[in-house]
């Protein structure tokens, strides 16, 4: 079992008290009908049905804060865009250890 399934089935079960039991059935059919279970998939399932924006501040069970700590602001960045861009610029080199924009005199 791969760390991106797992972590997929701990976002899964952890989430479940937060669906609302209308959208419950969904909610199950759709997490389990799939085989592979990606970041943006389980980023756009999360988001679809869970409300983010009201749990994150009245939380059902204060032991739950790890998880959406870890959903929130680890895995749903993992290979978002911003964390890409941020990553190369991070190693894009600075102006003045290039020595290809200067000439010796």
């Known amino acids: 079992m791969s760390k991106t ?3 997929a089935i701990y976002l899964y079960n952890g989430f479940r008290p937060y669906v609302p039991k209308k959208k419950l059935n969904d909610y199950d059919t759709t997490f389990l009908n799939r085989k592979v279970y990606t970041v ?6 999360i988001r679809d049905f869970v409300n983010l924006r009201y749990y ?12 959406f700590n870890f959903f929130l602001l680890e895995f749903s960045e993992r290979y978002s865009k911003s964390t890409k861009a941020i990553k190369d610029f991070r190693d894009t080199p600075r102006t003045l250890d290039r020595s290809f924009m200067y000439k010796n005199k």
């Open 5 to 7: 399934t797992r972590e």
């Open 40 to 45: 943006k998939f389980m980023t756009k399932f």
């Open 56 to 67: 994150r501040k009245k939380l059902k069970d204060p032991n739950d804060a790890p998880l």
